[in-house]
C-alpha cells in the first residue's frame, strides 16, 4: 500500500504513542452502515482507556476499511487538530449511511439563527442532517448557502463555490479562525490605545504645585 502523509497537525503526530495499548475491538467501518455508531463504540472504547485526543485522532483509521479507508487517506496533510474535527469530516462524508427518519427536503427547515454564529450553525446543520432520509450532498450544500446570513463568507464562496459539503465546512472553519483572529487583534488595538496618554499612577497621585507661591514667607 502506497503510503501517505497523515492529516494530523504536528501537535497530535508528536504526542509519544504508549508501548502498550490494546486494539479497539470495533467492527471495521467500510463505508456503509451508520456512521455515527460506529464512531460511538470507538469513542466509548478510547474512553475507557483513557486515550487522550491524539491517540483518538491517530488510532481511528485502524477501525476503518474499503472505501471509508480510501477516504482516511484523501485528507489533506495537516488539517487536523483534534478528534472532534475528525470525526465531524467522517460523518459528514458517510452521512448517507445513517438510519434516517426525514425526507432529504427538510434540509431546507434547518436555518441559520439570528445570533447564531457561522461555526454553531455548520455543527446544527450537521447534526440534524444525520436524520435525513436519500441525503444528497449537493441538495445539502443549497440548504446551507439559502440558509447563512454571514455576508463576507457568503460572498466568498460564492465567488469560488465548495462543490461539497465537507469542502464547505473546510472553509467554514476557515472563515471562523480569521475572524476570530480578527476579533482579537482589535481587542488587543484597542487595550492599547486606550492605555496611551495615561500618567503612571504615582504621577497621579503627586500633588499638583502649579500655580502656588514658592517664595519662602517674610
Not at 475491538?25 to 455508531?37: A, K, L, N
Request: charged content about 25%; proline content about 6%; some cysteine.
Amino acid at each position: 500500500m502506497e503510503e501517505t502523509e497523515p492529516p494530523f497537525t504536528s501537535d497530535i503526530m508528536n504526542e509519544v504513542m504508549p508501548q502498550r495499548f490494546r486494539i479497539p475491538p470495533v467492527i471495521q467501518y467500510s463505508g456503509s452502515g451508520d456512521p455515527s455508531e460506529h464512531v460511538e463504540a470507538y469513542r466509548s472504547w478510547m474512553q475507557i482507556q483513557t486515550a487522550t485526543d491524539a491517540m483518538m485522532c491517530r488510532w481511528f483509521s485502524i477501525t476503518l476499511t474499503g472505501s471509508a479507508q480510501s477516504w482516511y487517506r484523501q485528507l489533506r496533510p495537516n488539517s487536523i487538530n483534534s478528534f472532534v474535527e475528525l470525526s465531524r469530516l467522517y460523518l459528514t462524508q458517510f452521512i448517507s449511511g445513517k438510519r434516517s427518519q426525514k425526507p432529504n427536503t427538510h434540509m431546507f427547515a434547518i436555518k441559520q439563527e439570528p445570533k447564531e454564529s457561522l461555526k454553531d450553525y455548520i455543527a446544527h446543520f450537521n447534526e440534524k442532517a444525520l436524520l435525513i432520509e436519500d441525503y444528497d450532498d449537493k441538495m445539502a450544500l443549497a440548504a446551507v448557502f439559502i440558509s447563512l446570513k454571514e455576508e463576507k463568507f457568503t460572498f466568498s464562496i460564492g465567488k469560488n463555490p465548495p462543490k461539497t459539503l465537507t469542502k464547505l465546512v473546510a472553509r467554514a472553519q476557515k472563515h471562523t479562525n480569521a475572524e476570530e483572529f480578527s476579533n482579537a487583534h482589535k481587542s488587543v488595538q484597542v487595550a492599547n490605545s486606550n492605555g496611551k496618554g495615561k500618567k503612571p499612577r504615582n504621577e497621579e497621585s503627586q500633588p499638583s504645585n502649579k500655580g502656588l507661591d514658592n517664595r519662602a514667607p517674610s
